[in-house]
Each structure stands twice: as structure tokens, then as C-alpha cells.
Nanobody, 125 residues
């Protein structure tokens, strides 16, 4: 059974940093592509970072490029999203997702098989 558990969310002031972690069990992250998404009420889930199966390719939307960094720690079987220079508009529930089928699924949530339960990130102005 695959399980993804996010941690590291919380409340931070604008300009601050947070690092989200996604602990995986039942799936080996070094053999799978991974992404982070976020969602606010009333809006569609959007991707904020994606990384390919072996980690050689990453993708970020312009809204977070240069501020967010996705990574995987193979030894810990944990993925991370480092978020710097946070803005109030980054406030959302953040989800990690994993796909075992494609080398680099990209940004569409429909292409990911497994999902975590979400972690709230709130950025105050």
C-alpha cells in the first residue's frame, strides 16, 4: 500500500521560508517521478514543482520559479519542497504526488497516481 505523508506546513510571515517534506512508504521515490501541487478553495489544483524519475529534470511555473526547489532524498525515501521568499498568494494546501508510469509526467494532476493528504501553508502579510 502506497502512503505519502506531508509535513512542515504552518504559518509564516511574508518573505519567510518553509520546507515541506513528503515521506513515502510502499513506493520508492528514486524510481518514480514526483510533484508538488497546491490548492485554494474554489480553484483548481495547480502544480508548483515537478521532478523526473531520476531527478535530472525539474519544472516550475513562473509564479514560483527561483523561489521554490523540489528535491528527493533517496536514502530517506522522502521528497522535499523548499519554499523561500514566500508571499501571501502562496497560501494554500500543498500536496505531494507520485507517478510510477511516466519518466516525467509534468504539471497535470491527472497524470499522478498517488497523493498525500495535504499540508496547510499560510503566509501572512
Amino acid at each position: 500500500q502506497v502512503r505519502l505523508v506531508e509535513s512542515g506546513g504552518g504559518l509564516v510571515e511574508a518573505g519567510g521560508s518553509l520546507r515541506l517534506a513528503c515521506a513515502a512508504s510502499g513506493v520508492t521515490l528514486k524510481k518514480n517521478a514526483m510533484a508538488w501541487f497546491r490548492q485554494v478553495p474554489g480553484k483548481e489544483r495547480e502544480s508548483v514543482a515537478a521532478i523526473s524519475r531520476n531527478g535530472d529534470s525539474t519544472w516550475y511555473p513562473d509564479s514560483v520559479k527561483g523561489r521554490f526547489t523540489i528535491s528527493k532524498d533517496d536514502a530517506k525515501n522522502t521528497g522535499y519542497l523548499q519554499m523561500n521568499s514566500l508571499k501571501p498568494e502562496d497560501t494554500a494546501v500543498y500536496y505531494c504526488a507520485v507517478d510510477s508510469r511516466a519518466y516525467f509526467p509534468g504539471s497535470s494532476p491527472r497524470l499522478y497516481e498517488y497523493w498525500g493528504q495535504g499540508a496547510q501553508v499560510t503566509v501572512s502579510s
